[in-house]
């Protein structure tokens, strides 16, 4: 377990410069089963523009349903809805059938 963690880290790891800047995690818990989800949204090819009036971008919208692994014969969808400011920073994020939860606690149960 120790081992796979290591590995993980370094496969997906910053520092190597890739393109972890145009994609934003999210993590969710299912509120039916309680399993954890995590989906990445592609900040360059996910996002819905949302224009001010002054016909510029003043934002950036994303909705995604989510479905866990059916691992627990449970098949709901969480819906997550975010917000981003004109700088494509995350400024709110909803979620529906389940809850948002952090990295931490989404590694935490998944290596599990
Ligand atoms: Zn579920």
């Known amino acids: 377990m120790g081992l796979l963690k290591k590995l993980a880290s370094l496969l997906g790891g910053t520092g190597f410069g890739g393109d972890d800047d145009n994609v934003h995690w999210v993590y969710v818990r299912c509120n039916r089963c309680g399993e954890v989800i ?50 494509k920073r995350p400024v709110s994020q909803v979620a529906r059938g389940g809850t948002l939860i952090t990295r931490e606690e989404y590694e935490a149960e998944a290596g599990t």
């Open 38 to 87: 995590a989906t990445r949204i592609n900040l360059a090819n996910d996002l819905s523009v949302e224009y001010g009036e002054d016909e510029r971008p003043r934002g950036y919208y994303v909705r995604k349903l989510l479905t866990g692994t059916g691992a627990r014969r449970c098949y709901q969808q969480v819906e997550v809805e975010i917000e981003f400011d004109a700088s």
